[in-house]
């Protein structure tokens, strides 16, 4: 435990210390506040819940700030190759699940950190723009049912489809992904927009909100997936995020452990 | 191709890598010593038309590096070995020495591969001229690194850490081929291993916090430890409480410690002949404290 | 060793293209390739789910229009971003721009046969929804120019792989998702990168096609004039 520990704060620090992180994240916050449009959060009435204030924040933020958490992310294995780590760290008795493990906790930590703070800014504000002090409390709710999950699923695969497909390919694709898989209507192609995967985290802020958010539950291809948007829905959305962005972590571990085992 | 070198700066952002350096470096095989951090790099990079100048004058071969031309000369007469060259590993030693050669602009494309091949010969890589570089051993791209430093005949030879991370064995090779270059080119060789300019160059400079604090002969060099060198043989304990500890042997009758202070340091240390690495711990020893006013350090 | 061997360099060699190409490997032709092959993915997808015949063409002509920037731009970046001996190229007579340039010039011409040839089998089989066939190249190339354009020059200016490729992600997917803003906002119309797919070729089109080619030229004069300084691309870890 205490080397998972170990492996997660120091890539967490290792990751907090990246310059292009924060700007990053400043830059695509920036982004979003000044182009939001007329269904961002700025334009809604002062008497919207709070609630459905900060979903508002979460849906505008959640559209290309989780880019910029994958393209981070997707050079955190490949990293070690890179600077030639990789044979030090195998040699060290830490097995390569706890290591992997620690890198996603510590990577996502690290990376999902400016996300709150942008989070915590925008709440911040509301809660003074709309005198509630509630809306701080509403914030860290949010972020954790409707933003931390997207941003679980994409580091799993973030950190480890790299590895397989190279980290250029991979941008491409998540890039392509992003779009598909959030945006991309199922009107128009079969996607997995609008399903209990979709990272944006249309079901849980549906759910919080109880407004109709990002196509969540449109019908479409992969009908099983499209419940109505309500409490069991949003949790379930919460568990299959989390879970499937645990399953590439779970393959490269058996991976890993095999290639120590053949090579020992 | 001689080096003009006069109160040259540079600066990376806060840092400031070299302090007004003054320096002139004759043809011949040249030395430059120093820890790390100490400036060579940049130095080292300035001289290869890599960086541009801050500040102050450089001329190599009486071309100004502080002008675009004047890199563009030099570079046509320049080979240039980085601390860390990345080789393209997907290319083999002959395609990787062809591309460089064609960048030098050696557009001759028979003469280009003659010299290629003869220069794989010369670092012994011949056997594998032919195989992709990926699975090199650190020894192996040095020998690529310096061969592709020699391709079209430079008359100026710059070489940073070339010996680091090499074997004994090849590390003598290596020197040894550097300095039967030095004949009718300057090479100038910069390192932090004072045994390889010891064996190879006449004259040196020894740089310390980007500035250069000794210029002149190594044997003078090696005379800045006189006075200073000591050797003392403990029988039980640690090492002597004052200077610094350039090496310890353990012998049946105690440890023989070479120590060096500018004061003895025990009842019981008597004075030695210095080495080269003595007189450099020596120098540095003299860097490193207050400057008396008056005294240029060098 | 003969030192006559060193001549000024006057032509640009055939043998330099085919070692700039190697250095690019197999991103070369992935990039076109993946574009418009999930682009012909695409287009299946929708024939299968009903969609109309022009509905497909547009479909089709998202792989170069639509996709073909985003993997240009991504394998631009990725080219200039990282090059393991770039302190011994600085060293060298050949200027490095020249250098890049070769290296971005070989992705360039991969993804524009790889698209002519694309369009041409379209065009042949009566498929291809674009303009007539000499105007056809402007579909693909003023939005390809564009975004690698300026994928290599964030790159140049924030010295960071991951802040290039996401500027190019998001200028892309923003590009994409608020379609719908840039067709009201006036100025903002003549810059937005997929024309063809999103409204046809109306009106607008060619003054849209001229603005991104100009404004593409202009940001390649911008990265020019950065690598007259190529030691700026060091990066920490380098310097």
Known sequence: MSELLAVSRYEFRMQARKRSLWLVTLLLGCLLIAIQGDQGPRHLPADTPPAEVMTTWAILLGIVVPLGFGMVLADRLIRDRRLGTTALLESLPVGPGRFLAGKYLGGLAASALPVFLLMLVAGGYESLHRGDPLLLGWTVLVFAVVMLPGLAFVAGFALVCPLVVSAPLFRVLFVGYWFWGNFLGAEILPSLTGTLLTPVGAYPASWLSGQWQMYAGDPGWLSFLRPEPDGLAALSSVLLLVLTGLLPLLVAGLVFNRRRRTTV | MDIQISRLARRFGKVTALHSVDLSIPGGMYGLLGANGAGKTTLMRILAGVLPPGSGQVRVGGHDLTTGAGRLAVQRRLGYLPQDLGLYPDLTPREFLDYVGLLKGLDDTRARRAQVDELLDLVALGEVAGRRMKGFSGGMRRRVGIAQALLGDPTLIVVDEPTAGLDPEERVRFRTLLAGLAGHRTVLLSTHIVEDVAQTCQHTAVMAAGRVVYTGTVADLVRVGEGATWEVVTGVGGPPPAGVVVSAVSRTDGTHYRVVSPTRPGADAVPAAPSLEEGYVALMRRAAAPVPSGSTGR | ?239
């Open chain 3, 1 to 239: 060793m003969k030192s006559e061997l060193i001549r000024p360099i006057q032509n640009r060699r055939l043998p330099l293209w085919r070692y700039e190409a190697r250095r690019a490997g197999w991103t070369l032709l992935a990039a076109p390739l993946t574009a418009l092959l999930v682009g012909v993915a695409l287009a299946l997808l929708a024939a299968n789910g009903g969609s109309s015949r022009d509905q497909v063409g547009r479909m089709l002509l998202a792989g170069p229009e639509v996709l073909l920037p985003l993997t240009t731009g991504m394998a631009a970046v990725s080219m200039v971003a990282r090059d393991g001996c770039r302190e011994l190229q600085l060293s060298l007579p050949t200027r490095y721009a020249v250098t890049l340039g070769r290296r971005l010039g070989t992705l360039a011409l991969a993804g524009a046969v790889c698209t002519l040839l694309f369009s041409a089998i379209l065009g042949l089989t009566g498929l291809w929804a674009g303009p007539g066939p000499l105007a056809s190249t402007l579909v693909w190339l003023p939005p390809t120019l564009w975004l690698a354009a300026l994928a290599v020059l964030v790159g140049i200016l924030g010295r960071s792989l991951v802040v290039a490729t996401t500027v190019v992600a998001v200028v892309w997917l923003g590009e994409l998702l608020f379609a719908a803003w840039f067709a009201a906002e006036g100025w903002a119309r003549p810059f937005f990168l997929f024309t063809t797919v999103r409204f046809g070729v109306d009106g607008d089109w060619w003054t849209n096609r001229l603005a991104l080619t100009a404004s593409g030229l202009l940001i390649v004069v911008v990265v020019a004039l950065l690598l007259r300084r190529p030691h700026q691309l060091l990066t920490e870890e380098e310097v």
